[in-house]
């Protein structure tokens, strides 16, 4: 039997994208120039203003109306109005004050905020202000990584706003709760419109 040598093209080089089973320490950095080819630069500190403001309103009537049910519920009396002087008392019982208050208070901040980057990535004041909040990897945050984000903020602006104010001095301008919950914001170009 004759031997027959068959000549084969070489085979094409593998494309330089990661996969992500081969190359884990290079997926949030792939990501990231991903999605800046979708998004501008990260947002100023003027317009994460902006976003705490708008979303400091929602946040507002959620957390009156979460304060407002257990306080009927706990003290019923502070709802009517006092036959003897036809006035109203204005200041809630004592089961509505101490840690156990403001712990409560701050696991609903956690949820408000939590629900919201882990379905969309945005608040609707990001919405408004064309913000997105991505961890590094590029994908939805993480609920580890809304509660550390949540806690550092209140860090941030408990110490003067000084964690939002970092992002002129940092070099991915990046804030405090940025850095500690691995996460970015990045903002979303506005869309075209068609002619």
């Not at 991505?134 to 602006?157: H, M, N, Y």
């Amino acid at each position: 039997m004759a031997d027959y040598v068959v000549d084969l093209p070489p085979m094409p080089a593998k494309p330089k994208t990661p996969s992500a089973e081969l190359n884990n320490d290079s997926a949030p950095k792939t990501s990231k120039n991903n999605s800046s080819a979708t998004h501008e630069a990260a947002p100023g500190v003027f317009r994460r203003i902006a976003v705490i403001v708008y979303d400091a309103f929602l946040l507002f009537a959620v957390l009156f109306v979460a304060t407002l049910i257990p306080a009927f519920f706990l003290s019923p009396e502070s709802f009517v109005a006092n036959p003897a002087n036809n006035s109203v008392v204005h200041e809630l019982d004592i089961p509505l004050q101490g840690w156990l208050y403001r712990a409560y208070l701050v696991v609903l901040i956690i949820i408000f905020y939590g629900w919201f980057w882990r379905k969309s990535g945005q608040t609707l004041g990001m919405q408004a202000w064309r913000i997105k909040l991505e961890s590094l990897s590029g994908d939805k945050p993480s609920w580890t990584q809304c509660i550390i984000r949540v806690l550092i903020a209140g860090v941030s602006l408990a110490a003067g706003g000084l964690g939002y104010w970092w992002i002129w001095i940092d070099k991915d301008s990046r804030s405090w709760h940025d850095r500690a919950s691995n996460t970015v914001l990045r903002s979303i170009p506005k869309d075209k419109k068609k002619a």
